[in-house]
């Protein structure tokens, strides 16, 4: 049998944002690795480690959700990050005013974020914010001011009361959740 090549490849060295189907593959190799070396090779095989998105830092998650002035219940925002598995970003003036902890301060003076998809609720999109989120691919928004700076820059907007729209997402994903469930593959 022909051995497959291996490459390990270092930390940052190949652009990963695009293409990114956002899962991990987990070969085994176990057989292979009996099979062809040595018994006394120090090989463990740790397997794959699922991370709740809270875990996962802001630069690296793919899905993240933040807050700004606009969003008034925190509870809620919480709500609808976990039905979503999102890691949880703000504007500033969220953070400023302790509605969130400053490491989750996304723009100029916090984090810069490269997900796939940025979910903005109640933030303007002042100039220092949109620094932050220059990297993401899809930036959707809720704000019930279509004349906010972010509605420009975003891919999908929906202009409503960010309490109103967070509820409706999170019924309509925890039903999607369910059926998903109830539904065999
Ligand atoms: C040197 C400097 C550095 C800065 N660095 C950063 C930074 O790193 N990150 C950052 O975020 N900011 C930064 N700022 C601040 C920035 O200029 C803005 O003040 C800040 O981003 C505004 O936050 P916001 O969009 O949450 O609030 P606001 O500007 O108050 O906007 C709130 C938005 O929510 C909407 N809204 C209100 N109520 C509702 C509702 N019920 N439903 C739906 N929508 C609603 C409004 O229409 C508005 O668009 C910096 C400023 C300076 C001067």
């Known amino acids: 049998m022909q051995l497959p090549d291996i490459v390990l490849i270092a930390a940052d060295a190949a652009e990963s944002k695009l293409p990114f ?33 809270s875990d996962i830092a802001l630069e690296e998650a793919d899905f993240v959700i933040s807050a700004g002035n606009g969003v008034n219940r925190v509870d809620t925002f919480m709500q609808l990050a976990k039905v979503l598995d999102a890691a949880i970003g703000a504007s500033r003036v969220a953070v400023d005013d302790g509605k969130f902890s400053r490491d989750k301060q996304i723009g100029a003076t ?76």
């Open 21 to 53: 189907v956002g899962a991990a593959v987990q070969k085994d190799c176990t057989n292979l690795f009996q099979t062809h070396l040595p018994s006394d090779n120090p090989i463990l095989d740790l397997g794959l480690e699922k991370l709740a998105a």
């Open 110 to 185: 916090g984090k810069t974020v490269s997900a796939r998809a940025y979910l903005a609720i109640g933030i303007s999109g002042a100039v220092q914010h949109l620094q932050g989120i220059k990297d993401c691919r899809h930036v959707i928004v809720i704000n019930r001011d279509n004349s906010a700076p972010i509605v420009k820059r975003a891919n999908l907007s929906v202009i409503g009361d960010a309490e109103e729209v967070m509820h409706a997402l999170i019924t309509l994903v925890s039903e999607a959740k369910l059926n998903k469930e109830r539904t065999p593959e």
